[in-house]
């Protein structure tokens, strides 16, 4: 059969104007994807335009547990206010003291917006007290860091480390066994109520054997430290640290660096516990009473836009968008790659929520008992 066509005296094949016609449908439909993505980029910014304009006529964001010297938040809303003219204030708690502060001001709010440790999200959730919001940055954050329907989100991880006074301690330690065999007093702060010091307890039961579902062998540890006269509940903040009340603290490693950057690395050294660290995440929660909704909605816009995550980093925290180009004065900030080998994330989740739970009487009744 033949398959070549006569067209004003040129011959076409079939199969040419077979082609002609594919190329020409796949430009019709690449060209109505990009419409279509160019639409929904239009309508994600005049939608981010409205939510800016009822945010500024709110004026202010309150915060909770989003203090100026914990992982730059200072800078982030310096940011804010510089950007959209919103005025904010913080007060500083823990992530437990947070939600109780939400559930308990449901008539009456009056914060907007906190930042809680990774595994008390589920938990804001559940106690009924979040709204949701997905920012325009919604898909590039992993799954596993985000609740489905927007719920929370976290902005940043953090790594279990040792801050220590080398004038006080000769031999900074690198294991938690090196802790065990010293005689020097060490910091966890308030075990309770702060989502950090529950992740200094599950960094010391995997040294010691322990998992998730297993503290046991951390809770005797820090009652042999408690017993020793070696254990304290302070915080190791800058205060306590100049003043030598703290002479090594247990906290996470952008808290750690800051301090010692602060203090001078001539007096204070950070390291990694190489035989039990966990490495885990902050997330925002938005307030479902907040008095000022949109402000604590373009708050959170804002942390995960590149100027917010990049604030985060040079706070020493690690961005949860990986597709972030960090300035080089900011990658020169952090431990080598290597100081984290043996760090590890929380591996049986719904175990360590469980856990934690259960810690603050568990603490109560086995550690500070013998703390002098």
């Not at 993505?37 to 909770?64: D, M, P, W």
């Not at 702060?189 to 998992?211: E, I, M």
């Not at 490495?279 to 929660?285: F, K, P």
Request: aromatic letters at 8%; hydrophobic letters at 40%.
């Amino acid at each position: 059969m033949n398959k070549n066509i006569f067209v004003k005296g040129i011959i076409i094949s079939v199969a040419s104007i077979t082609l002609l016609m594919s190329l020409t449908a796949c430009g019709a439909a690449s060209a109505s994807a990009s419409d279509s993505a160019n639409k929904i980029k239009a309508e994600k910014q005049e939608s981010l335009k409205s939510l800016a304009a009822t945010a500024k006529k709110e004026g202010k964001v309150v915060s909770v547990g989003m203090p100026d010297d914990w992982a730059d938040w200072k800078d982030t809303w310096s940011g804010i206010t510089t950007k959209y003219g919103i005025q904010h204030n913080d007060t500083d708690m823990s992530s437990a003291e947070e939600i109780s502060k939400f559930t308990a001001e449901a008539n009456n709010p009056t914060a907007d917006i906190g930042d809680v440790g990774a595994m008390f999200a589920p938990i804001a959730v559940e106690k009924g007290v979040t709204q949701p919001y997905k920012t325009s940055y919604w898909d590039q954050v992993p799954s596993w860091a985000k609740d489905k329907d927007g719920n929370w989100m976290v902005a940043y991880q953090g790594t279990m480390s040792f801050i220590t006074d080398t004038k006080l301690v000769s031999n900074a330690p690198k294991t938690w066994k090196d802790v065990e065999k010293g005689n020097y007093k060490v910091s966890v702060g308030d075990v309770t109520k702060a989502a950090s010091s529950q992740n200094v307890v599950l960094s010391a039961a995997y040294a010691f054997g322990g998992s998730e579902k297993n503290i046991e062998p951390a809770i005797d540890f820090f009652a042999k430290l408690a017993k020793e006269g070696r254990l304290l509940t302070n915080d190791s903040n800058a205060a306590n640290l100049e003043k030598g009340e703290v002479q090594v603290g247990v906290l996470w490693d952008f808290n750690a660096l800051a301090l010692r950057d602060k203090l001078g690395k001539d007096s204070f050294t950070v390291t990694i516990p190489n035989d039990g660290a966990v490495v885990s995440g902050y997330s925002t929660i938005i307030n479902k009473y907040a008095p000022d909704p949109a402000a604590a909605k373009l708050a959170r816009e804002y942390i995960f836009s590149d100027a917010g995550q990049i604030n985060l980093a040079r706070g020493y925290a690690r961005p949860i968008r990986s597709n972030v180009k960090l300035p080089a004065d900011v990658k020169a900030k952090t431990l080598p790659t290597s100081d984290y080998k043996n760090a590890k994330p929380v591996k049986d989740t719904t175990a360590w929520t469980q856990t934690m739970q259960n810690l603050p009487q568990l603490w109560q009744e086995k550690v500070l008992i013998y703390v002098k």
